[in-house]
C-alpha cells in the first residue's frame, strides 16, 4: 500500500467538507474526532482521494492504521491529520491513546 501522510493544522474560517452515508464526491472526505469517536466510522472513497480526521475533542487523539503504514502524531482540539489512499482495500485504523476508537476507509 502506498500512502501519502499530510499532517496539517486547523484554519480558521477554511471550508470543511460533509459526509454524507459515508461517501464523498469530491477529492476529500472528513472525519471528525467527537466524543471519543470517529464520525463517520466507516468512509468510503475512491482511489486517490484524501481523508481528513480532525480532532474536536478537548483530549489529544491519534490516528493510526491497523498495519501500522500511517501514524498522526498526537491531534490536540482543532489539529487535523490527513492521508491520501491510492490503493483500493479496506484500511482499519484506530486511536492508540484510546484503543477502543476504530474505524475504517473503504478505497475503491
Not at 15 to 31: D, K, R, S, T, Y
Not at 75 to 102: A, N, Q, W
Amino acid at each position: 500500500m502506498t500512502v501519502s501522510i499530510k499532517p496539517v493544522l486547523a484554519v480558521a474560517g477554511g471550508l470543511l467538507w460533509g459526509v454524507v452515508a459515508g461517501v464523498m464526491p469530491a477529492a476529500a472526505a472528513e472525519i471528525t474526532v467527537k466524543d471519543f469517536a470517529f464520525l463517520p466510522a466507516t468512509t468510503e472513497i475512491a482511489s486517490g482521494q484524501t481523508v481528513t480526521w480532525t480532532n474536536t475533542d478537548d483530549e489529544p487523539h491519534q490516528v493510526m492504521a491497523g498495519d501500522k503504514s500511517f501514524r498522526s502524531p498526537a491531534l490536540d482540539t482543532g489539529e487535523k491529520f490527513s492521508v491520501t489512499f491510492t490503493k483500493p482495500g479496506t484500511y482499519s485504523y484506530y486511536c492508540p491513546i484510546h484503543p477502543r476508537m476504530t474505524g475504517s476507509v473503504i478505497v475503491h
